[in-house]
């Protein structure tokens, strides 16, 4: 008997085009996981299903989510990149009305950045039942507490309908600090489909693993804390904290994180370690930002020898150059840096002054010395971005020449304070999920106070391409990865995305 059913369902191919059958990561389903633990350790009986890692036709998901027989079936719609929480609504609405097509009776429940965005909007769909408003820990607890029906108005953040009509229920608290260890205990690993051992369905980012296939699985990926503490006009990380059901609620209204104890790590990590788990992600926003967590955290895989291949990320102002050494004693092989925009102006507008100026420069080098991996995230297409200024964001990316680099077009996320910007000034809003995918034939970014969303869009290809194509690129994964790894960097570039606003 399954009490509730957690559903990842797949949107791949129309994320990440071809990129999908062998470059991009898939990622164990961090909050199915979470949410399956929690619900456990109350003694409901959970279950996972995650379509994108086994690649099931949409009959096949149908099928496989009828013979569960679940009172409850819980679309977890979270991902890989802050836009996946929109991008996944591409599989799920197909799945969704697929299920309810085939007369499967069970409750259908979304959960997800985009749910707790748009809310209303989501449950305007008839093949959907109820919506979490927030991380749903405590509203999934007394849902499964109750009878699904006649008790649905008395089940504080959840958003339901009632003879059609949409009623968001008041607003049910996150999970406190200092309740984290005990009502989010941990991450049900055992619930994970897999091959031939557990994980194997899942790959690492092509670059963690050192653009080497063959050490891309297993992969997991761990949070050791929630949220961030700042509000950058762009992000939509903070409305996972949600407590307020007001229509122009955005994530800055909701910022802060919170932390598990660095004992509740170390116990999922050995888990992951006994499993044979290798390669890992750190997911946190930001990891490298207090030491009090952070400190311990490392202190435990070096003296517990975990061995893993880790990356995490780390805004430019946060590195501390004194604890480099223990980033990369742990396992720590590569940070992300969201270096975000080579023009200083822009930068500052977009995170609302929180940025502190530092020497960009310097500090990759420091990272360099310090045995590191930098991969560098930039995103073209902000308000104020002009093609001059997007210019001097490709240049600083060549001149870094880091190990990798990510190249986004600015897209108005949902939950992001950018969102109901875009909104207010009347700026033109993708009109479906694959809208809001980086990589999508259907891709349409934010147009600037200047450019045109198709002049950013082909701005952000073709730097892609000059970096990946870039011989001084090409040289330093080769020197730093060997030769067969710039060769698979030089397949992945040959690649070409198909993009509808550019004609294609």
Same mark, same amino acid.
């Given at each position: 008997?399954?009490?509730?059913?957690?559903?990842?369902?797949?949107?791949?191919?129309?994320?990440?085009?071809?990129?999908?059958?062998?470059?991009?990561?898939?990622?164990?389903?961090?909050?199915?996981?979470?949410?399956?633990?929690?619900?456990?350790?109350?003694?409901?009986?959970?279950?996972?299903?995650?379509?994108?890692?086994?690649?099931?036709?949409?009959?096949?998901?149908?099928?496989?989510?009828?013979?569960?027989?679940?009172?409850?079936?819980?679309?977890?719609?979270?991902?890989?990149?802050?836009?996946?929480?929109?991008?996944?609504?591409?599989?799920?609405?197909?799945?969704?009305?697929?299920?309810?097509?085939?007369?499967?009776?069970?409750?259908?429940?979304?959960?997800?950045?985009?749910?707790?965005?748009?809310?209303?909007?989501?449950?305007?769909?008839?093949?959907?039942?109820?919506?979490?408003?927030?991380?749903?820990?405590?509203?999934?607890?007394?849902?499964?507490?109750?009878?699904?029906?006649?008790?649905?108005?008395?089940?504080?953040?959840?958003?339901?309908?009632?003879?059609?009509?949409?009623?968001?229920?008041?607003?049910?608290?996150?999970?406190?600090?200092?309740?984290?260890?005990?009502?989010?205990?941990?991450?049900?690993?055992?619930?994970?489909?897999?091959?031939?051992?557990?994980?194997?369905?899942?790959?690492?980012?092509?670059?963690?693993?050192?653009?080497?296939?063959?050490?891309?699985?297993?992969?997991?990926?761990?949070?050791?804390?929630?949220?961030?503490?700042?509000?950058?006009?762009?992000?939509?990380?903070?409305?996972?904290?949600?407590?307020?059901?007001?229509?122009?609620?955005?994530?800055?209204?909701?910022?802060?994180?919170?932390?598990?104890?660095?004992?509740?790590?170390?116990?999922?990590?050995?888990?992951?370690?006994?499993?044979?788990?290798?390669?890992?992600?750190?997911?946190?926003?930001?990891?490298?930002?207090?030491?009090?967590?952070?400190?311990?955290?490392?202190?435990?895989?070096?003296?517990?020898?975990?061995?893993?291949?880790?990356?995490?990320?780390?805004?430019?102002?946060?590195?501390?150059?004194?604890?480099? =050494? +223990?980033?990369?004693?742990?396992?720590?092989?590569? @940070?992300? /840096?969201?270096? !975000?925009?080579? *023009?200083?102006?822009?930068? &500052?507008?977009?995170?609302?002054?929180?940025?502190?100026?530092?020497?960009?420069?310097?500090?990759?080098?420091?990272?360099?010395?310090?045995?590191?991996?930098?991969?560098?995230?930039?995103?073209?297409?902000?308000?104020?971005?002009?093609? =001059? +200024?997007?210019?001097?964001?490709?240049?600083?990316? @060549?001149? /870094?020449?880091? !190990?990798?680099? *990510?190249?986004?077009?600015? &897209?108005?996320?949902?939950?992001?304070?950018?969102?109901?910007?875009?909104?207010?000034?009347?700026?033109?809003?993708?009109?479906?999920?694959?809208?809001?995918?980086?990589?999508?034939?259907?891709?349409?970014?934010?147009?600037?106070?200047?450019?045109?969303?198709?002049?950013?869009?082909?701005?952000?290809?073709?730097?892609?391409?000059?970096?990946?194509?870039?011989?001084?690129?090409?040289?330093?994964?080769?020197?730093?990865?060997?030769?067969?790894?710039?060769?698979?960097?030089?397949?992945?570039?040959?690649?070409?995305?198909?993009?509808?606003?550019?004609?294609?």
């Amino acid at each position: 008997m399954v009490d509730v059913l957690f559903v990842t369902p797949d949107s791949s191919l129309q994320a990440y085009q071809d990129l999908a059958k062998v470059y991009s990561a898939i990622e164990p389903p961090t909050w199915s996981l979470l949410l399956a633990e929690a619900v456990r350790s109350k003694g409901f009986a959970p279950a996972i299903l995650d379509c994108d890692a086994e690649r099931l036709s949409l009959e096949e998901s149908v099928k496989r989510i009828s013979d569960t027989k679940a009172r409850l079936v819980v679309f977890v719609l979270y991902g890989q990149n802050p836009n996946s929480g929109t991008t996944s609504m591409i599989g799920a609405v197909k799945l969704a009305e697929a299920m309810k097509q085939s007369g499967h009776g069970a409750q259908i429940c979304f959960c997800g950045s985009h749910s707790q965005a748009l809310p209303r909007e989501v449950l305007a769909y008839k093949d959907i039942d109820m919506v979490l408003l927030n991380e749903g820990v405590y509203a999934l607890l007394n849902l499964l507490k109750s009878n699904l029906g006649t008790d649905l108005a008395t089940i504080k953040g959840i958003g339901w309908k009632n003879d059609g009509e949409v009623i968001l229920n008041e607003a049910e608290k996150v999970v406190p600090q200092d309740r984290m260890d005990e009502d989010m205990p941990g991450y049900a690993w055992d619930l994970l489909p897999y091959k031939e051992r557990p994980l194997d369905l899942y790959r690492a980012h092509f670059w963690h693993a050192g653009f080497d296939h063959e050490k891309r699985t297993p992969f997991a990926a761990i949070y050791t804390s929630l949220g961030c503490q700042f509000a950058c006009e762009f992000c939509m990380i903070n409305i996972i904290n949600r407590i307020d059901n007001g229509d122009w609620v955005d994530a800055s209204h909701s910022r802060g994180m919170r932390f598990w104890s660095p004992e509740w790590v170390k116990r999922e990590m050995k888990k992951l370690a006994d499993l044979g788990v290798e390669t890992l992600r750190i997911s946190d926003e930001m990891f490298f930002l207090n030491r009090k967590y952070y400190l311990p955290i490392l202190k435990n895989c070096i003296d517990e020898e975990f061995g893993f291949n880790m990356w995490t990320y780390s805004r430019i102002d946060t590195v501390r150059p004194k604890v480099l =050494e +223990t980033f990369k004693k742990a396992g720590v092989n590569w @940070l992300a /840096l969201g270096v !975000e925009a080579g *023009n200083q102006m822009v930068r &500052q507008e977009v995170s609302k002054g929180s940025f502190q100026e530092v020497n960009i420069r310097d500090v990759c080098d420091t990272i360099k010395q310090a045995d590191i991996n930098i991969i560098s995230n930039y995103i073209f297409g902000f308000p104020e971005d002009t093609n =001059e +200024t997007m210019q001097q964001t490709l240049d600083l990316a @060549l001149e /870094l020449n880091t !190990e990798m680099a *990510n190249m986004y077009p600015c &897209q108005a996320l949902p939950g992001s304070p950018m969102y109901h910007t875009a909104k207010r000034n009347k700026w033109a809003l993708p009109s479906t999920y694959e809208g809001y995918a980086f990589l999508s034939y259907e891709s349409e970014p934010l147009q600037t106070k200047f450019l045109s969303a198709g002049e950013v869009l082909k701005f952000r290809d073709d730097a892609w391409n000059t970096y990946f194509t870039n011989d001084n690129f090409l040289t330093v994964v080769e020197k730093r990865f060997g030769s067969q790894q710039r060769q698979n960097v030089e397949d992945m570039a040959k690649i070409r995305l198909k993009r509808k606003l550019l004609g294609d």
